[in-house]
């Protein structure tokens, strides 16, 4: 007789639910997130049923106790939150709700209405690892971003002038630059010949010689605090700065070695050989795409994936299009980014743009539509492991004519 489990995943421990076909509860198992729990997890399970005969059903579909369970023989069933949460009100009435609740509601979901939900097919180790240093370096960017704001914001409230001599201040230079004059008062004697040392000893490529970052400096607005306050103030400057240069050099460590990574890979060749996916942008594609051709079986599916089709809502007379939510949205940002650079090396994307423009979208909506776009391409370059060529992409071929 067919057996189904349902798994409530918990920081420290796990509930654990094994139904019959007819949906009667064989087990119920707590267990610790330990090495000794998790063994004993897999030594009840062995004993109730083969592992590759007893599907467990989670709602997250990665992370170690998932990767415990693979590892162990037993098919792995993803269940998205949303499909958990709509189908609650099938077992009870009231709102209540509790872990061993929900791992039976999750076995008895796979029982009934399995056949709608794909097992797990894991990616090779390739990507694993590519998509551990993609989704950590997009982390450590936002982290980038979020203190340079705070930088900025404290330089325009006490000394704006600083803020504005280079052009990105948490480039190596400008970090380099606040570390060194974090006041206005230590910036008192620099002068043309001070300043073109400074940027000889820290290798400035710029374009900009001295005496215009020099007026950049002198022509921003003074600022009014008080010595005591700007002191303070530049003690947070050093701080910040002391944060950001490492943070910097470590995401361009990383993104060299993330660019070198994609480039050794077969489906990251794919990515790379469309109109301006570059490397980084390709390998944030790739990471989110993966190399599992099943689990993508058409375009669709992977446009609903990456949130880049509207979501239709249709009930007798009223029909609506509404925005896309639930989806993958590192996979979105990383997908409109391409096809947002894509319009400016791509005819063809340039015109799909304009037209959206012309209808009346708005900027985003329309990078949407051409992401939509694109992605029937990619889908069959991808399904078939061939390049992009713009010899076979017959409406750019039709336009470039």
Known sequence: ???????????????????DDRGAILARIECSHTTAGLADLLARLKRLAPS?????AIERPSGLLVETLAAAGHPVVPIHPNVVKACRPRYRAAGGKSDPGDAYMLAD?????????ARLRPASDEIRALRAMVRGRDDLVATRVSLANQLRALLD?????AAAIFAAIDSPIALAFLARYPTPDS????????LASFMAQHAYCGRRSPAELLARLRQAPAGLAADAEADAKGEIVRALTAVLGPLVAEIARLSSRIEHAVADLPDGQIIMSFPRAGRINAAQILAELGDVRARFQTESQLAAEAGVCPVTHASGKSRGVVFRFACN???????????????????????????????????????????????????KAWSERIPYDPARHASAAKLAA
């Open 1 to 19: 007789m067919p057996l189904h489990a349902g798994l409530d995943w918990g920081a420290t421990s796990h509930a654990v639910c094994v139904v």
């Open 52 to 56: 590759s005969d007893l599907p467990v």
């Open 109 to 117: 979901i796979l029982r009934t209405d399995g056949h709608r939900f």
């Open 157 to 161: 409230d006490f000394w704006p002038g």
């Open 187 to 194: 910036a008192g004697r620099l002068g043309e010949k001070r």
């Open 329 to 379: 949205h590192r996979l979105r940002a990383a997908v409109t980014c391409w096809a947002d650079n894509s319009r400016h090396a791509s005819a063809w994307a340039a015109s799909l743009y304009a037209q959206a423009r012309q209808r009346g979208c708005d900027h985003p909506h329309a990078v949407r539509i051409l992401a939509r776009a694109w992605l029937r391409v990619l889908w």
